[in-house]
């Protein structure tokens, strides 16, 4: 067990905090989501055909939030383990998950203040990776990218296990930086390109994504492989929502548009209050309902004022991942925007739990987004940018409910045949147990 000694309080003034020791938990609860993995050829299909594998998956989470990236994280652990695959998740320990899993958790302790917590565990991983490594013996490992550690890809090369690297995003793009700051975005770069040379493989949530390593840093391109987003079609299902909408106020019958996640900038918000003054014209009762918190709370609130539609408009903030069903289902329409310039724009989580929730969805004309809800014909694809265009849309979705019901239904047998996190899973570790065999090739093809 390792440790850190506490670090003294000083009365009223900011206190610091250290996480618990490299601890783990796991519960042998079954997964919801993996209800109908549990026995035969279903499960051997599903998990690539080979053997079970011993993992260890190393990330940097606050597990006690609610994000896409935890949700991601979470479930593919989860249902891997569910799988038969036995799954280690290193992680800070300065936020606990709130609920049991069927997978290990090992909280590495770190000083939990903004300065110090990055730096901490930079240092504290060291010890625990390699009482973990020594202790479970891992055959495979996957960081799931943290940009300023390279303590995993030397822990896996020590121990001789393959790694992995998994890469949800373009670094230039999801960090920020002031000028002043800009040796930090090189040293980042440099730790990033370290982890891939380091890497067997790479899964990557894009193509775009997949193409700015290749790009940047010269991974080969039959070496990394996109794992898209899923969801848990137990969790995300039809269901009555009578009661949250009169606790939210609105009245029974009321067309409700919706949005559930961060309100950031690239969410494209904006776009829908722009449009939802042409929609009251023709339909005053209809509400919008935006369930998350973010940044743009605030100033989306106001451009609402500002626009005079103030009222039509819900702002829950955030609420628990368990309550986000069902405040889906409250909406008739859901929305699915996305602004640029960014080069990767994802893969939204919520697209998958929208359909899943047999809900339309109304999405912006860009590759991950309005191609793929016209492709499976569970909605409809718009030009978000043009108020005119997206609220001829939603007023034409909203007086259709045939029309919705048919696109939901689509949606929801779509996502129940090939989104699932369990089949994400399932594609995970059929990768993993290829990785290391496919990535020494592509290295000695490369230096021949």
């Not at 987003?229 to 009661?243: C, I, T």
């Not at 309550?323 to 699915?336: A, G, K, Q, S």
């Not at 987004?369 to 014909?377: H, K, L, P």
Request: with cysteine; net charge positive; charged share 20%.
């Amino acid at each position: 067990m390792w440790s850190i000694p506490a670090l003294p309080r000083s009365g009223t003034a900011k206190s610091w905090s250290v996480s618990a020791s490299c601890t783990s938990s796991a519960v042998s609860t079954p997964c919801p989501s993996a209800a109908t993995a549990t026995s035969g050829s279903s499960r051997t299909s599903l998990s690539g055909g080979g053997s079970e594998m011993r993992l260890a998956v190393i990330a940097y989470e606050d597990l006690s939030r609610y994000n896409g990236a935890i949700v991601q994280l979470v479930e593919l652990c989860e249902n891997l383990a569910a799988l038969g695959h036995s799954v280690t998740l290193y992680n800070p320990g300065h936020g606990r998950f709130p609920r049991p899993v069927k997978f290990k958790i090992r909280y590495v302790p770190v000083i939990d203040l903004p300065l110090l917590r990055n730096l901490s565990y930079l240092i504290m991983s060291i010890p625990c990776l390699a009482a973990g490594f020594l202790r479970d013996r891992p055959e495979r490992a996957v960081l799931s990218e943290y940009y300023l550690d390279p303590v995993p890809a030397l822990a896996c090369a020590v121990f001789g296990v393959p790694m992995t690297f998994f890469v949800n995003g373009i670094v230039s793009e999801d960090m920020t930086l002031p000028s002043a700051l800009k040796p930090v975005m090189w040293l980042i770069n440099l730790v990033q390109k370290f982890n891939c040379a380091m890497s067997a493989a790479v899964l990557a949530i894009t193509d775009e994504v997949g193409l700015d390593l290749r790009e940047r840093h010269g991974f080969p391109r039959e070496c990394i492989e996109v794992l898209h987003d899923g969801v848990d079609p137990e969790k995300f299902r039809p269901m009555d929502s009578s009661a949250l909408r009169a606790e939210l106020g609105i009245a029974a019958g009321a067309p409700v548009t919706g949005f559930v996640g961060g309100l950031f900038k690239w969410h494209g918000l904006d776009y829908l209050v722009e449009a939802v003054p042409l929609v009251l014209k023709e339909l005053p009762e209809a509400r919008f309902l935006i369930v998350g918190g973010g940044p743009l709370g605030e100033s989306l609130k106001a451009l609402a004022v500002e626009r005079g539609v103030r009222d039509a408009f819900i702002f829950t903030g955030r609420v628990p991942y368990e309550e986000v069903p069902r405040h889906i289902n409250v909406f008739d329409l859901c929305i699915c925007f996305f602004k640029g310039p960014r080069k990767n724009p994802g893969d939204p989580v919520k697209t998958y739990e929208y359909l899943a929730c047999g809900k339309p969805v109304l999405a912006s004309s860009v590759k991950g987004y309005g191609d793929f809800v016209e492709r499976v014909g569970a909605g409809v694809s718009v030009d978000a940018s043009d108020p005119a265009q997206a609220a001829a849309a939603i007023l034409k979705l909203l007086k259709a409910p045939a029309l919705r019901a048919e696109l939901a239904g689509r949606g929801r047998l779509e996502v129940e045949k090939k989104h699932t996190w369990l089949r994400r899973a399932g594609q995970m570790a059929a990768f993993l147990e290829k990785a290391s065999s496919r990535g020494a090739a592509a290295r000695r093809g490369e230096a021949s």
